[in-house]
């Protein structure tokens, strides 16, 4: 099972985030195959099981089953569901381990985000005290004193503009920020969600596999004389028909780019005032 498993070859370089592909990733679009050497193994556990028959079976005990419908059961049977068991999980432990990569970045961007749309409103208050503060032509230190009204107002304008454009390039840095908060945030959340629908593929597959098996063995365990016997079926467990449990919270997915782009706007929309 260990190389029928084989993990995928992608190059770190080519994926959006490069520390999630490792050997934890595997390939979801091949399925398990069946080497004929299992196949024949698989028979002859079931072809000599059929003959260890414990002597209480009697031919007419087993002869009153004939329409009944049972399944299989045998330590062999026992032992391969484990075996299934063991495979399910060791893929969702590996998925697990490449979504904490993702995770953990998914955390990093939206502390960004947040911590650059908390700058983003300090500065926007900045700009409106700034706006809101009266210029006038009134001298306030002794050099002033020997300048004109209209030198003194011509002073201060372009002391306002220059603090007014280091306020509109500082909203445009934490736009930026939150922009590309948002975009990481995004493929975070995308590549959390492939992550878990390979899984589901992953153990479809293995699902199947097992099954397979597990018909092989019972076709050649059951004689004559219970032609009805059926082997179990090795269902895939109870989480792979839920959502995806390791996906950020979406209303976070969604507010990202909403304010990133308020904060964008915001910037745009700011007309530097004339004095």
Known sequence: MRNQRRSAVVKPAHAPSPQSVSAFQRSAHRP?????????????????????RKPEETPTARWQAVRQSSTASSPWLDRLCAEYTGAVEEERLAAMAAVSVLSAQWVVAEQASAQAAADAEVARSRRSDLASAPLNSAPSTAGEHYETATEILSRRETTRRKQDAEVSAQLDRLAAVQARSAAAMADCADAITSHWNALLIRVASLSAYYTRRAGTYTRWLKDWHVPNLRPPVMAP?????????????????????????NDDSSVRAGILPSY
């Open 32 to 52: 398990v195959r069946y080497w004929i050497w299992t196949r024949c193994c698989d028979g002859r556990a079931g072809l000599a099981d059929r003959d260890r």
């Open 237 to 261: 467990p109870p989480w792979a028909a839920g959502t995806c449990p390791w996906s950020p919270p979406a209303a976070a997915v969604s507010a990202a780019p909403r304010m990133a782009a």
